[in-house]
């Protein structure tokens, strides 16, 4: 089932408070919970906690990734964040659920604010923000919801898949990433389908489906990745710095293949953009030529019959005196020249048009 997520009183909350005022502005109701995988060469060890106050970062030695699922409570979420050295302020871009998608620097790490899709059978994608916090020794990820995430790079902590294990925090906030950008691929094949079939439905004229709907349809799908995956491409380079004090050297190719996949996607996005003006204008033209066709049907009638009512009116005149009217042979002759005039009309618009 799909969680709401509407800009509704909780968002509200916000107004007439001061930075870094913890608020939850979603509307997704789940008890926060935590899982802390400490990994070093020679091995993992998962730990669970069924209420996030009871983590403390003490219990998890050398390097480690804290995964949180829930964020309706904003006080806990607040009160982790101070055992864990976070700055209020991205403590309160945590909570905020509708924040724009970015990465921003702080003193002693580094937020990266994500939509993620979540696998829908719908039309229109399931947007679930996902916040990727890279500090020294540590990696942090908070989500709303408590839905399967990051399964492959679990086993390959497990496994040491690649030497994951050996390397630095910054190799799993890589992979992370990656793996919630590669949610955007399916979202894009998807929104490609949609496309044509639109284009189809315009282009058959025995379409019984809502063509106008369809495109209005898909230009909201089309703003929602729009809003969910552009402006990461604007600022994801920050992470690329050669002199960022987190990232080392090696994991910049990484990030350098997850920004590849986002201007990929950006620019899937733009075209889609232009698709869709080209629909709207193809669709236009197209009610604009069954107009016209059909106003040259109703013309091609009003043509032929318009001598014959003339000649039809003239006749029903009730003059006392008018010969052709007792002439003998005066009804079939007033049919031959309805018939040959309402067949030569027509001939001559069939030749000419």
């Not at 050996?166 to 990656?178: E, T």
């Not at 204008?281 to 009638?301: A, C, E, K, P």
Request: hydrophobic share 40%; net charge negative; with cysteine.
């Amino acid at each position: 089932m799909a969680h709401s997520k509407t800009h509704g009183s909780r968002y509200g909350q916000k107004s007439n408070m001061l930075p870094g005022t913890p608020v939850y502005t979603g509307t997704v109701d789940i008890t926060p919970t935590a899982t802390c995988v400490s990994y070093s060469e020679t091995g993992c060890t998962v730990k669970h906690f069924n209420r996030l106050a009871d983590f403390t970062p003490d219990e998890c030695k050398d390097k480690y990734w804290l995964h949180v699922c829930g964020l309706n409570q904003a006080e806990q979420i607040a009160a982790s964040g101070k055992k864990l050295h976070l700055h209020p302020l991205l403590v309160e871009d945590i909570l905020n659920v509708h924040q724009q998608p970015g990465v921003e620097d702080f003193d002693n790490c580094t937020l990266v604010i994500l939509k993620y899709f979540n696998p829908s059978d719908g039309d229109m994608p399931e947007v679930e923000q996902i916040s990727l916090v890279l500090a020294k020794n540590c990696v942090l990820s908070f989500r709303e919801s408590n839905r399967p995430l990051f399964s492959g790079i679990r086993k390959a902590l497990d496994n040491n898949t690649g030497k994951v294990r050996s390397k630095g925090s910054d190799h799993l906030f890589a992979l992370l990433l990656d793996s919630i950008v590669d949610s955007y691929l399916p979202e894009i094949d998807k929104t490609e389908e949609l496309l044509v079939n639109v284009e189809n439905q315009v282009l058959n004229e025995d379409a019984e489906m809502n063509v106008r709907e369809m495109i209005l349809h898909n230009r909201k799908r089309y703003q929602v990745l729009k809003r969910a995956i552009l402006p990461l491409k604007e600022s994801f380079h920050r992470l690329m710095r050669i002199d960022h004090d987190l990232v080392e050297k090696p994991t910049i190719a990484y990030l350098r293949d997850v920004c590849d996949h986002i201007n990929f996607v950006s620019q899937s996005i733009d075209s889609y953009h232009e698709m869709i003006l080209s629909l709207m204008n193809l669709y236009t033209s197209s009610n604009d030529l069954r107009m016209n066709r059909s106003m040259q049907r109703l013309t091609i009638v009003s043509t032929v019959f318009i001598p014959l009512s003339f000649l039809a009116a003239v006749w029903g005149m009730n003059f006392e005196i008018m010969p052709e009217l007792q002439w003998r042979y005066g009804y079939l002759a007033a049919w031959t020249v309805l018939s040959g005039t309402g067949i030569g009309i027509w001939m001559y618009l069939k030749r000419k048009y």
